[in-house]
């Protein structure tokens, strides 16, 4: 059984299954596959050690362990989210640093948020949309087409508005217009970019790959750019009755980042290396709730497919 077919059963059987029994099937996936040694568990310990050098041998594999359970925990609770109530949902999330964003968008101000694969973004969304005001994102497009329409109707029915990624169909156009109409957080996944369009930035003094989209969408549309990171909590006493579980997620937005007096392309880049420098920060004190399975720094990646990609960027026209 191929992932695909995993995912459009787990989409018709976890629903109906008591709450904890979803957490405990879970997370004896995540202890087993860490167990196993996959692919996966391997690259995040790889990423791990490069932004915290300091977890090596035992420390850096009791890491990688919790950063599974954290990643399985993440499905599980996707899973569950159309069955949970306002409350619910009210009760595991927790905002730092909000307030000038909310009132932004008050003000009739889209802001754009970065995020790095972190804790649980679908309910971080779920929430905004239930206390502040709609979200605009864009998912990637996905094989078979069943399960990327799950995911759509999935995320739109928590409250987001979802743009399609495929090349070639002015996604960024389209999120441009879209935030305006009505005034949107626009929160985009950006931790990881192998196309032509990826930017080269540091991280804890690593190159790694990035997506530019978020500056360049709050540049592009004059709107506030934030840095964005979620991470998991354990919630005790009247909140975890109220949620239905012993664990909620933190939301942690910083900003406006500033836009520098440079050019457009010179603006961008110093944007995306400030809410990088900022993820990393958040990412070195909570690393067990970066979910990055993949490779992402670019000592890690083909030479040959990113020299092609440049190429392709450069007789595009196109910045690489």
Partial sequence: MNSGSLFLLAWRVVPKLPAGLVRWIFDLVAVVAHAARIGGVKQLELNLSRLRPDLQGRALRRMSRRGMRSYMRYYAESFQLPAMSPEQISARVRAVGIASMVERIRSGQPTVGALTHSGNWDLAGAWFVQQHAPVLTVAETLEPEQLFRLFVDFREGLGLRIVPFAKGTGVFRRLLTGMRKPVSFVPLLADRDLSR???????????????????????????????????????????????????????????????????QAEAVAAMTQRWVDLQVAMIQQYPQDWHMLQKVFTADLDPDRLARATSSAVEDGEPA
């Fill in 197 to 263: 369009d990826g930017l080269e930035v540091d991280a804890a003094g690593h190159p790694f790959r990035v997506a530019p989209g978020p500056a360049a969408l709050a540049v592009a549309g004059k709107a506030a750019l934030y840095s964005v990171h979620i991470r998991y909590e354990r919630l005790y006493a009247d909140r975890k009755r109220r949620a239905g579980s012993p664990w909620g997620i933190v939301i942690d937005f910083q900003g406006p980042i500033e836009v520098p007096d440079l050019q």
